[in-house]
């Protein structure tokens, strides 16, 4: 899929990597973008082709709202999350349904709803903004890292069942962003216009996974080798960050 005369649907486009897709998008020729957040009128986009819309993914009225008013979509990215760091053991149960609701379940409410406008325009294209955590866990990431290894899994198995119908399902793996959610990290940080760069460079080529940095392959490269040896140097290099 090349991003020119497209017409794209983005999440959680008032700042971060979503805001940075509705840019990147806008400089490779969409014909729309429908900026999506909970609040659209703080959306601040100077270009015509930017369509303020409403999605809350806890509230799934607005979902349907959405998919009715951009029948016209040919792309989706869902990029929207949170990140409460709640303890899978001590912290507020309510925080961490509040992580899956948005990352598993409001992703799925997206997917289900946009999925038949998506056929209707010939099929088009999803990308789900992942992360590296959807691999691993990280003291303090307990209930994002589950959220997001659910997602994860949730991209493969819509990516199995929108086959047939021609859409094609990508996942975007990335460390840490400078964004707003990634705040109080220290470590290593990339540029958050890299995300949308590598993810829009890999639909043109048909690619379903995209790993965006080191840190992310770093992580993915780990996976078929001893997990005690993998936490062990990952402790390490957060200690170091």
Known sequence: MDAAGQIAVVTGANRGIGRQFVLELLERGVTTVYATARRPELLEFDDPRVVPLRIDLLDHGSVVEAAQTARDATLLVNNAGISTGASL??????EIHREMDTHFWGTLDMIRAFAPVLAGNGGGAIVNVLSALSWFAAPGTGSYAAAKAAQWNLTNGVRLELAEQGTLVQGVHLGAAATDISAGYDGPKIDPREVPRRALDALATES????????????????????????????ALLEAA
């Open 89 to 94: 053991l001590t912290g507020e149960l309510a």
């Open 208 to 235: 379903i996974e995209v790993v965006v940095d080191d840190w992310s392959a770093m992580v993915k490269a780990s996976l078929a080798g001893e997990p005690a040896e993998f936490y062990t140097k990952i402790v």
